[in-house]
């Protein structure tokens, strides 16, 4: 039977050091990402209000995430903050930073967006029974704009899982990081075992990212029809 | 004499260059209804939606019930309790119910208890035809049954002033006369201080005690009701009458 480089999944302790740096990035996507929505949502409320020095601040927070590539900002953080500001912090926190950081800028602007498409009449037929600015978010326009943000929101989340893969340029233990080192470790006896390691890898990926884009097609699509009723 | 529960004195309006509202000054007594006629664009809306913060102002002074508006955001949030008002495109809360809609204002805003406000919503309902309705969502109700919630949401506040905005306007003609029906039994039996922006003239003649016919964003006129649809004092509301043909 020829060689086929499977074996480099089953060996020694491989697929479980392989689902243990799984576990490593979705953690941090999660915390992330619950960490940024949570941080995203309440900046863009903050920038639909009509102060206009704290909207300019917050629109350049967000063009600096946005506009900066992702790997510039993990390395900014990752060598800028010990030396400068001598804060020392593991591989994995950083990285935890850079992102929930990234997600809370572009949260912030899909929330803009959806209060600011909540129409006009809304806000006043909530001004006119009385409500005052925070009434008015509560009651009227977040509920309304909450299921507009859901779609993007989603969308967001497979992003952030799939620029995970950056995080072994600053040496976080993630799956693809501990992927390239069995495949290191094992060129000699296994040449093919790149082949079933990326596979692997690819599948776990999938696994978790298929679900998210589905979910936000079925949600889109569920907001077309609510509209055109 | 008792003072007017509303007097407006040299209000101003503009938008950048553009001067809407000039000069324009009224009274208005408790218990009075004020229409407010004139051509489209001669500043109705702009002069309602002011008397509500929903517009700001740039000179002149409102003063509602003795206090004079000073246009803070907090006065207006107390003044609108006082003044409800009722728009073109009802504007309902599509994420709740009827009931929903109706008790936000006195719940959160008046911060009144459940168990006095449910009654009297019951019986505004009641009123106006729509007491099975109250756990419908404004997207199963027609236009007419929508603009009938709107006024409820607005009277639930007990507001002292009701303001309604070309309510019937975007309406189909068979609901036109049930939704004035309402208003007008709101004069009648309630005398509730109003000031409405129509273009129902059948409707006017038989519901204003005054009328304020503006034009270019000045009033022309101030006359009692009856009369201005009679004899029309200027040659600008004599035209107006003529082609509005009714």
Not at chain 1, 37 to 48: D, E, K, N
Not at chain 1, 106 to 131: F, P
Not at chain 2, 181 to 194: G, V
Not at chain 2, 208 to 221: N, P, T
Request: proline share 4%; with cysteine.
């Amino acid at each position: 039977m020829a060689h086929s480089g499977i074996d480099v999944l089953t060996m020694g302790s491989n697929f479980w050091r392989l689902l243990g740096g799984l576990w490593i990035t979705i953690r941090i996507a999660l915390v992330a990402s619950i960490i940024g929505i949570l941080l995203g949502s309440l900046l863009g409320i903050l920038r639909t209000l009509p102060n206009r020095p704290l909207r300019v601040v917050l629109r350049l927070y967000l063009e600096f995430f946005r506009i900066v590539p992702t790997v510039v900002l993990l390395f900014l953080f990752y060598y800028i903050l010990p030396k400068q500001f001598n804060l020392n912090l593991p591989a994995n926190q950083v990285a935890t930073l850079v992102f929930a950081l990234w997600v809370a800028a572009e949260m912030s602007d899909i929330v803009r967006g959806a209060l600011q498409s909540v129409s006009t009449h809304q806000r006043e037929a909530g001004q006119a029974i009385g409500l005052n600015y925070w009434q008015l978010q509560r009651y009227v326009l977040i509920p309304q704009a909450w299921p507009l943000c859901l779609p993007a929101t989603v969308n967001l989340l497979t992003r952030v899982v799939k620029t995970t893969s950056l995080l072994m340029l600053i040496s976080v233990m993630d799956v693809i990081n501990i992927g390239q080192q069995i495949i290191e470790a094992n060129n000699k006896t296994d040449p093919n075992g790149v082949f079933w390691i990326y596979g692997i890898i690819f599948l776990f990926y999938f696994l978790i990212n298929y679900p998210l884009s589905r979910w936000a097609k079925h949600l889109t699509q569920h907001q077309l029809e609510a509209t055109h009723l | 004499m008792s003072t007017p529960l509303l007097t407006v004195s040299h209000l101003e309006k503009s938008y950048q260059k553009t001067h809407i509202l000039h000069d324009i000054s009224f009274d208005l007594d408790a218990g009075e209804v004020l229409t407010l006629l004139g051509p489209s664009g001669s500043g109705k809306s702009t002069l309602l939606r002011c008397l509500n913060g929903l517009e700001a102002f740039q000179a002149g002074t409102l003063t509602f019930a003795g206090e004079v508006i000073t246009q803070k955001a907090k006065q207006w949030q107390q003044l609108r309790q006082q003044i409800g008002m009722v728009f073109q495109s009802y504007d309902l809360f599509p994420n709740r119910t009827v009931l929903e809609n109706i008790l936000l204002g006195p719940l959160k805003v008046q911060k009144r208890s459940r168990e006095t406000v449910l009654p009297e919503v019951e019986k505004l309902l009641q009123q106006v035809g729509m007491r099975d309705y109250r756990d419908a969502y404004p997207r199963q109700l027609s236009g007419g049954q929508k603009q009938r919630i709107a006024i409820v949401r607005a009277l639930a506040l007990k507001p002292r002033l009701m303001l309604f905005d070309e309510v019937t306007a975007s309406l189909d003609p068979e609901m036109v006369r049930d939704v004035l029906t309402i208003i007008r039994q709101l004069a009648d039996t309630h005398q509730m201080t109003m000031l409405v922006v129509t273009h129902e003239m059948d409707f006017a003649q038989q519901i204003s005690d005054q009328v304020l016919f503006l034009a270019d964003g000045r009033i022309q006129e101030q006359t009692p009701g009856p009369q201005f649809f009679k004899r029309p004092q200027t040659s600008r509301a004599q035209n107006f009458l003529a082609s509005m043909d009714f």
